[in-house]
């Protein structure tokens, strides 16, 4: 009896010890676990500073596109309050004419591990459409590779494209100036005095052919 009394009470004892070291492991996994959350927590409440109080539009997109987020300098820049916007897809807001869309981009994004980038335009919420330039890099899963979602930042370039549109015309307004003059008018490269170009007039008045011109 007191062998069986033994034998019951030590392993009642082992059981009580396996049972404790058991606790302590949960206990520790689950340190792990919260631990790992407050981190993430952390990290994206860094992100989420940041872009809501970044100039530039920052947005994250599900795989198929869908917007999950889009930060508050979409006001400023698109006139939509980011609640506006959320849940929908940025196809619904592109101008038909533009050879490159945001579904272009994020199309990219879905095949390839580097950034794009591209410029195209967006309706802003009082109807009229802003020049925009978007970057962007998809957000994969670290273990499995798989596509989790876009990431991509916007910002405005209207004025840039305004400077680049009064430059074409300026170029426009001096070629017509110096093609139509009915003198004869040439330019030439300051390093070599060869002719880069000559205006008609040039060409009937000396006799030589543009080409020949050039040749000099």
């Not at 407050?38 to 530039?56: G, H, P, Q």
């Not at 273990?143 to 370039?157: A, F």
């Not at 430059?167 to 001096?174: F, G, K, N, Q, V």
């Given at each position: 009896?007191?062998?069986?009394?033994?034998?019951?009470?030590?392993?009642?004892?082992?059981?009580?010890?396996?049972?404790?070291?058991?606790?302590?492991?949960?206990?520790?996994?689950?340190?792990?676990?919260?631990?790992?959350?407050?981190?993430?927590?952390?990290?994206?409440?860094?992100?989420?500073?940041?872009?809501?109080?970044?100039?530039?539009?920052?947005?994250?997109?599900?795989?198929?596109?869908?917007?999950l987020y889009i930060s508050p300098a979409l006001y400023a820049i698109l006139g939509?309050?980011?609640?506006?916007?959320?849940?929908?897809?940025?196809?619904?807001?592109?101008?038909?004419?533009?050879?490159?869309?945001?579904?272009?981009?994020?199309?990219?994004?879905?095949?390839?591990?580097?950034?794009?980038?591209?410029?195209?335009?967006?309706?802003?919420?009082?109807?009229?459409?802003?020049?925009?330039?978007?970057?962007?890099?998809?957000?994969?899963?670290?273990?499995?590779?798989?596509?989790?979602?876009?990431?991509?930042?916007?910002?405005?370039?209207?004025?840039?494209?305004?400077?680049?549109?009064?430059?074409?015309?300026?170029?426009?307004?001096?070629?017509?100036?110096?093609?139509?003059?009915?003198?004869?008018?040439?330019?030439?490269?300051?390093?070599?005095?060869?002719?880069?170009?000559?205006?008609?007039?040039?060409?009937?008045?000396?006799?030589?052919?543009?080409?020949?011109?050039?040749?000099?």
């Amino acid at each position: 009896d007191d062998i069986n009394g033994r034998l019951t009470t030590e392993a009642s004892t082992a059981a009580a010890v396996i049972f404790l070291i058991a606790i302590i492991l949960i206990a520790r996994r689950q340190t792990k676990r919260e631990k790992e959350l407050i981190e993430v927590a952390e990290s994206e409440a860094r992100y989420r500073l940041l872009a809501d109080n970044a100039t530039d539009v920052i947005a994250r997109h599900a795989p198929d596109g869908r917007i999950l987020y889009i930060s508050p300098a979409l006001y400023a820049i698109l006139g939509y309050q980011p609640r506006q916007i959320q849940g929908h897809y940025p196809s619904e807001f592109f101008h038909d004419d533009d050879p490159t869309t945001m579904d272009d981009i994020l199309e990219v994004l879905r095949t390839n591990n580097g950034v794009s980038r591209a410029e195209h335009r967006l309706r802003h919420a009082k109807g009229h459409y802003v020049w925009l330039e978007t970057a962007g890099r998809a957000v994969r899963d670290p273990d499995w590779n798989k596509l989790t979602e876009l990431v991509t930042v916007s910002r405005d370039i209207g004025d840039r494209k305004k400077a680049e549109g009064a430059l074409r015309a300026s170029e426009e307004d001096y070629r017509m100036l110096f093609q139509g003059n009915p003198l004869p008018m040439w330019a030439f490269d300051v390093d070599t005095y060869r002719f880069v170009a000559v205006n008609d007039a040039a060409v009937s008045h000396y006799g030589y052919s543009r080409d020949e011109f050039l040749a000099m």
